[in-house]
């Protein structure tokens, strides 16, 4: 049962929006949709210990949640014709043959960020549905307990279901409400499969992958806005090191130790063909424009210390400006240190930590372990890299801390 479950988990990483998906196309209801797939998820745990796992799994998982639809809807008491018709319609078309339609996810995120939602909500139900990450991964993101995430989510497919909020791609004129939220969960999609922030993996592919293909597609929808160019820059810049970025076994390869030959240099080109599409359109560059242009300055240098720091520190100040977010003024600092020594940085990281930022997470204690340890500050330096340990939930992550903290 164990590696059932284990199978199915992963499956569910790779197909569970897909599933959700054309489920709410059928029936209209995303928080619907998700309850009836994870009956079928629930089945798949009974039935696929004694009959094996099916070669089309994701096409078995539609297949039943689609039958538990039509059962649903015949066990109302007041069953209208088209619904009838529905029933009849599918019944006599299921099939185990997978046929993923593309825009269907794409649905799915354009419905969860609906405006009758806060953007917090919008995004954590995104994350939930679309990028099928756990409550604790999501509220880990936010920094907001447990409980408080699930209520979140919970709270939004409710307001989804009461506002009767259509399964579609809006019309263009509708976008601008809607927009922006959708490019930012297209984004946190992507970051959690470029460092994911729990289990035993570095990087989840999948993830990044489907968020890079959604960032793709929306380009080709909207390639009057900006920033989904700069957002799909972005993406290929940072995907382009995923080869590097593991060593044997699984375990991190951080940026300075990277092998820059493993570098896929034909998604690097394709980063640079994204963010001149950005620039062309002439409204100067956002929030991920920018953070593409940082990505674009480390993809583009021979190593580590032929980065362009200094351009880099600008374009941090810049997004500074534009975002007021502390892990941005975090990465500014790391920058600084490059360019005007680790106290120049340290004073940043103890300003911040002064104001209260990032308080939970491992970030702040670990580029402030890093620096006290090139200040000389041993004992300090290894204390800082020990709690950012203990905040960290990836165990590849941990060990690499630890690993620098026993070190010294």
């Known amino acids: 049962m164990t590696e059932i479950r284990r199978t199915l988990d992963a499956i569910w990483r790779i197909e569970g929006a897909r599933v959700v998906a054309v489920i709410a196309r059928m029936v209209g209801?995303?928080?619907?949709?998700?309850?009836?797939?994870?009956?079928?998820v629930a089945d798949a745990l009974v039935q696929w210990p004694e009959s094996g796992v099916p070669r089309n799994a994701g096409a078995w998982l539609t297949a039943v949640a689609k039958r538990k639809a039509i059962d649903t809807w015949r066990r109302?008491?007041?069953?209208?014709?088209?619904?009838?018709?529905?029933?009849?319609?599918l019944e006599a078309h299921i099939s185990e043959e997978w046929e993923p339609i593309d825009d269907d996810v794409l649905r799915l995120i354009f419905t969860a960020c609906h405006p009758v939602l806060g953007r917090d909500a919008q995004v954590a139900l995104t994350l939930r549905v679309v990028g099928g990450l756990t409550s604790e991964e999501i509220a880990r993101m936010f920094f907001v307990g447990i409980p408080t995430m699930q209520q979140r989510i919970?709270?939004?497919?409710?307001?989804?279901?009461?506002a009767r909020v259509p399964f579609e791609v809006p019309d263009p004129d509708d976008?601008?409400?809607r927009f922006s939220g959708v490019l930012n969960v297209i984004?946190?999609?992507?970051?959690?499969?470029y460092a994911a922030t729990a289990g035993d993996r570095w990087i989840r592919s999948d993830l990044a992958n489907e968020a890079l293909r959604l960032g793709r597609v929306l380009a080709e929808l909207a390639p009057g806005e900006p920033e989904v160019h700069g957002l799909?820059?972005?993406?290929?810049?940072?995907?382009?090191?995923?080869?590097?970025?593991?060593?044997?076994g699984g375990s991190p390869v951080l940026l300075a130790d990277q092998d820059r030959t493993r570098w896929d240099h034909a998604q690097i080109a394709r980063g640079d063909a994204a963010l001149a599409r950005c620039d062309a359109l002439g409204r100067g560059r956002g929030n991920y424009a920018l953070q593409a242009s940082i990505a674009q300055c480390h993809a583009h240098a021979a190593s580590i210390n032929d980065t362009d720091w200094e351009r880099i520190v600008l374009l941090y100040?810049?997004?500074?400006?534009?975002?007021?977010?502390?892990?941005?003024?975090?990465?500014?600092?790391?920058?600084?240190?490059?360019t005007d020594g680790p106290a120049a940085a340290l004073q940043i990281?103890?300003?911040?930590?002064?104001?209260?930022?990032?308080?939970?997470?491992?970030?702040?204690?670990?580029?402030?372990?890093?620096l006290l340890a090139k200040l000389g500050r041993i004992t300090e330096a290894r204390a800082e890299l020990t709690t950012a340990a203990g905040h960290v939930t990836n165990e590849r992550q941990r060990a690499v801390l630890l690993a620098k903290a026993e070190a010294l």
């Open 29 to 40: 209801d995303v928080s619907l949709a998700e309850d009836l797939a994870q009956e079928a």
């Open 76 to 89: 109302r008491d007041r069953l209208d014709e088209r619904y009838r018709a529905i029933a009849r319609d």
């Open 154 to 162: 919970v709270r939004a497919k409710k307001t989804l279901t009461a």
């Open 175 to 177: 976008w601008p409400g």
């Open 187 to 193: 984004y946190l999609i992507f970051t959690e499969g």
């Open 232 to 248: 799909v820059a972005l993406m290929e810049f940072q995907a382009s090191r995923f080869a590097a970025r593991t060593g044997p």
């Open 317 to 338: 100040e810049a997004l500074g400006e534009l975002t007021s977010s502390p892990v941005v003024e975090l990465n500014r600092a790391v920058a600084v240190s490059m």
């Open 349 to 370: 990281v103890d300003r911040l930590a002064a104001a209260g930022a990032l308080r939970g997470s491992h970030l702040l204690p670990s580029v402030r372990g890093e």
